[in-house]
């Protein structure tokens, strides 16, 4: 038996019964062989160290406690919320509705105003747009050609636009 | 005991089958987490993290192997996953060894033993925590847990004839960490038994 095969022998040995022969090829490996010796000084030491690990206790209700933390992942979570936040999550697909129902009013009804605007209407009529503003354009005091432009920019101010 | 029977309970939401299987396994599981991180307070956490998950991952069990070896399972791969986490090289100084577990009043003598014992533990779970994390896991199992070959074998599904060879390459690595404190240990048993 040579080292390599002693030192699988000695943890052998350290866990079970080892057969009459094996044993004393063992032992004689030993008795001849101080670093063999030792190393199984050695392994017997780390054995002893490991199995006195201490083991202790868990905690108070430990059983307890894993349920209750068990029952608060279980819970929903609205059901931690106060009241004003339950009233809230209510009111969300509520006030979506409303919503829904605003814009889709805002597509699907006609509108009020249907009417051509003054372009689209002059255009209409065969008439060119342009020539209205003419005579905005062809102002040579600067001043009267500024605020007839300013009227002139609010079609719905036509009543108070100032006549070329 | 079959556990079967709680399992299949605790699968249709009975709640008092699960705690009953929690009472069953806390000391396993807690013994094992301790084994790994050597702080009751951890371990306690751990152990109640294990159980969390087990609850959340019961429909997964298959009946396919006991539910003992499987929450060992989990609770190994769980356990892994912490220490990967916080680091596995973590030094542990003697610092951390509570000095509140010396009472005044013992005798000066039994004082500084049970300091020798604290620090010789505290040298091998730093010792085991340095180690690859399989040979770590399998050490554990096997020499501080005391599990057998088979259980170990199935919990971290490997074959009996690795485990063997696993456990072999791991307490020869642990030995070369530690073989000076060991030979002198050692040497200090052998003189006081003459």
Redesign the interface.
Known sequence: MNCRQT??WI?KSLESEIDSSRRRDGDEHLAACPACR??R???????G???????????PF??????A???V?ERPASADAPAWQKWCLRAIPISLFLIGLFIGGLVFLPSADDGWSRSEALLLDGSNPLAETTPYFDETKIDDKNVMIIFAADERMANRRPRP | MDDRPQVESALRGDRDAFEALVRKYETKVYHLAFSFVQDPATADDLAQDIFVKIYGSLSKFRFDSEFGTWLYRVAVNHIKDHLRKIGRRKEISLQDIDESRFSSEDPVRAREAEREDERRRAAVHQALQSLPPKYNMILTLRDVRGLSYEEVARILKISPGTVDSRLFRARRLLRKKMAPALLSEGRAVEGGEQ
Request: charged share 40%; glycine share 6%.
């Open positions: 030192e699988r943890l030792s190393l000084t050695e392994y017997e030491a780390l054995r160290r490991l199995k006195a690990f201490p083991e202790g206790e868990p905690g430990f059983a307890r406690r894993v349920m933390r068990i029952e992942l």
